[in-house]
């Protein structure tokens, strides 16, 4: 079949069938990646895409914020801490009745003091947003949306029904982080 080719010419046939392959090779492997970010960031990676104007710079940015939150020292609250947290909650959650502007806020405030204590670092934000998509990437777009009504400006007051759905989401975020995790069975030799 190849038998009319000089040797050259098989060279660049085999050079341009190898072109051919690493292309479909490195497409096949871009999309995988872009695949496994976008079903590990989930809606934050679209926001990520959308902030940044391509996939390629939103997936360097994801790519460096989980290398940035590798970085912390994230752990799980001791029993007393966790107990101290789960009452602050209890005192939010019940001034939500006569407060309830003040009562998201508080709450907002109280999920940014739990971030700390579990090891993310004081920032902005959108940075602490940012950090915990890593970690929590589903949790997001409720983290975003009630913080958005608690940093209201007083003269744009929410409605009672945006009100009441912030402190769902900020329960359902602060529930998220103060969960113990389940610890790892260890077995000993008989």
Do not use: C
Not at 28 to 49: I, Q
Not at 108 to 117: H, P, T, Y
Not at 145 to 156: D, E, L, N
Not at 167 to 178: G, H, N, T, Y
């Amino acid at each position: 079949m190849f038998s009319h080719f000089t040797p050259a010419q098989l060279i660049v046939v085999a050079v341009v069938i190898l072109f051919v392959v690493a292309i479909a090779v490195a497409t096949y492997l871009e999309k995988r990646k872009t695949k496994a970010l976008r079903n590990r960031f989930g809606s934050e990676y679209d926001r990520a895409v959308l902030s940044h104007g391509s996939s390629r710079k939103a997936e360097a940015k994801l790519a460096g914020r989980e290398t940035r939150v590798n970085a912390f020292k994230i752990h799980e609250l001791g029993a007393s801490e966790r107990e101290r947290f789960l009452a602050a909650w209890q005192t939010v959650q019940s001034r939500f009745v006569d407060y309830p502007k003040a009562a998201v806020t508080e709450a907002d405030n109280l999920i940014a003091a739990l971030l700390v204590a579990r090891g993310y670092p004081r920032d902005t934000f959108e940075q602490s947003a940012a950090d915990l998509s890593v970690t929590h990437p589903r949790m997001m777009e409720g983290y975003r949306a009630a913080h958005a009504i608690a940093a209201r400006p007083p003269g744009s007051e929410a409605s009672t029904e945006e009100l009441r759905s912030a402190m769902i989401q900020s329960r359902a975020i602060f529930d998220e982080l103060i969960q113990a995790q389940r610890p790892i069975e260890t077995r000993t030799a008989a």
